[in-house]
C-alpha cells in the first residue's frame, strides 16, 4: 500500500471518533457542495397500476385493439396480418411513454441542487442572519471543487491529498430522493444529511409541487442548524412514579380506580400532577402521553364540595373549569392513572384552602380564599373575586384577624 494512501487512512479513523452529529466543534459547520439527488418511486403510476386487476388490464389492451384494428378490418384490410403490425404500434407507444418519462426527468437533479441552495441562502436573508452569525455554509473551496469535477471527468476519486483537505475541511454531505407523488406534477422528496466522520444521519421530507417542496427543505435544514439551543425539559415531578390503568382498562367508577391503584400501592393523583406529567409526555422522563380530547380521568382534588372531582380534558368549555364533580353528570366513569410518592408542598397548600373553604361560612373568608385560588392560577379559582384584595398580603392580613393561618 502507497504511504500516502495509508496515512488518508488513519487519518479519516482518528477523524471519525471525535465529536458527533449534533456538533462539529468549530465556528461553522461545512456541507459539501454536491447535493445528489436520484429518482425514486413513481407512486402515481405504481397506485394505478395495482388499482387495475388482471381482466381489467386484458379489457382495457382488447379494447385499444378493436378501436385501432376494427376500421382497417372494415375498409378490407386482413386482421391476422394487422395483428404484428398493431402490436407493434402498441410496444412503441409504451417505449416512447418511457422515454418521455426519463426524459422528464432528466435535469431534475441538477435543478434541485441549484433550487435548494438558492432557497437555502434565502433563509439568511429573511431572518437577517449576517455572515458572522452562521453556523453552517457549503464548502466555497475552489481547489477542493474543481479537484472533485476533474475526478469525476477522469472517472477516478480526487487526488489523496485533495481528499485529505476535503476530509479537514467538510463535515457533512446531503444526498436525496425525489418522486413523483401524484398525476398532478406533485413530488416526495427525502433529503439525508449525513456526518461521514459519525456516520450519523438526519432525514427531511417534503411533499407538494416541486418548488415548494425545495423550499420546506431548505426550511427546515436551516431550522436544524441556526435554531436556538433551549435547555432540556427537566422532569417537574421527580418524586413521582406513574403508573398506567390496568390492563385492558376502559372507563370504570372512581371507585374502581381506586382499589385499583391501592392494589398497586399507589394513589389517585391530582389534577395538578396529571396535567404536568401529560405536558411532559412519555418521551420524557416523569411524563405520561397526551391525555386524549373529549376524555375524564378520576382525581383526587376536592373543591368546594365534598366529592368526588374529575378531571375533563375539554373542560374548559364548561363554568367553572376542568376540575369538576359529577353534579349535573349522572354517573360517572371515567379513564385513570395511578400515582406513587409524596404529593408537593403546592398541591398541599391548594387542598389546604379548598379545605377551610368547605368548612368555613364566613363570607370574607370565602373572598380572601377564592383571591388567594385565583393567584396561584388554580383551574378551580373563581375569577370573580380576582381583584378583591390589592395583593396577597391583604387577603392573608384578613385570613389571620379570623384566626387562620396558611
Sequence with gaps: MKKGV????????????AGDFASTHKSVAMIWPDIVFIQGADFNNFNATIQQTRDQVRQMLMEEFGDTAMPMVM??????????????????????????????????????DGLFKAAFEAQF??????????????VRDPSLLQAAQEGRRAGHPMATDKAVQAI?????????????????????ITLTLENYRSGEARTFSAGGEIQLAVQDLA?????????????????????????????????VLAGTAKIACKSQGARIPFARELIMASATTQFHEGGIPILAEHEKFVVADKQRHNEQYYYFTDGQQYP?????????????????????????????????????????????????????????????????????????????SLLRSKGILL
Excluded at 404500434?89 to 441538477?110: C, K, N, S, W
Excluded at 379513564?335 to 368548612?359: H, M, T
Excluded at 379559582?381 to 380576582?386: E, G, I, L, Q, T
Aim: proline residues 6%; aromatic residues 10%; hydrophobic residues 45%.
Design 320 to 396: 367553572g373549569g376542568p376540575v369538576r364533580s359529577a353534579a349535573g353528570f349522572g354517573t360517572v366513569i371515567a379513564r385513570y392513572w395511578c400515582v406513587k410518592g409524596p404529593v408537593s408542598d403546592d398541591v398541599r397548600e391548594v387542598e389546604n384552602l379548598y379545605a377551610i373553604l368547605r368548612k368555613n361560612s364566613d363570607p370574607e373568608v370565602a373572598k380572601a380564599i377564592e383571591y388567594i385560588l385565583t393567584q396561584m392560577g388554580d383551574y378551580g379559582a373563581n375569577p370573580h373575586y380576582v381583584e378583591s384584595f390589592a395583593d396577597l398580603e391583604a387577603a392573608e
Design 125 to 138: 436573508t429573511r431572518y437577517g442572519i449576517p455572515e458572522s452569525a452562521r453556523k453552517v455554509a457549503f
Design 75 to 112: 375498409m378490407g384490410a386482413d386482421a391476422t396480418s394487422l395483428a404484428p403490425v398493431l402490436a407493434n404500434i402498441l410496444l412503441t407507444f409504451d417505449q416512447m411513454y418511457e422515454i418521455h418519462r426519463h426524459d422528464a426527468f432528466a435535469g431534475v437533479p441538477q435543478s434541485l
Design 6 to 17: 495509508l496515512t488518508a487512512m488513519v487519518l479519516l479513523c482518528s477523524i471519525a471518533k
Design 168 to 188: 479537514l475541511n467538510v463535515d457533512y454531505v446531503l444526498y436525496g430522493v425525489v418522486s413523483v407523488a401524484d398525476g398532478a406534477g406533485n413530488v416526495s
Design 219 to 251: 426550511a427546515a435544514l436551516f431550522n436544524f442548524f441556526q435554531g436556538q439551543e433551549y435547555q432540556e425539559w427537566k422532569n417537574p415531578q421527580p418524586q413521582l412514579q406513574w403508573i398506567p390503568a390496568a390492563p385492558g382498562t376502559g372507563d
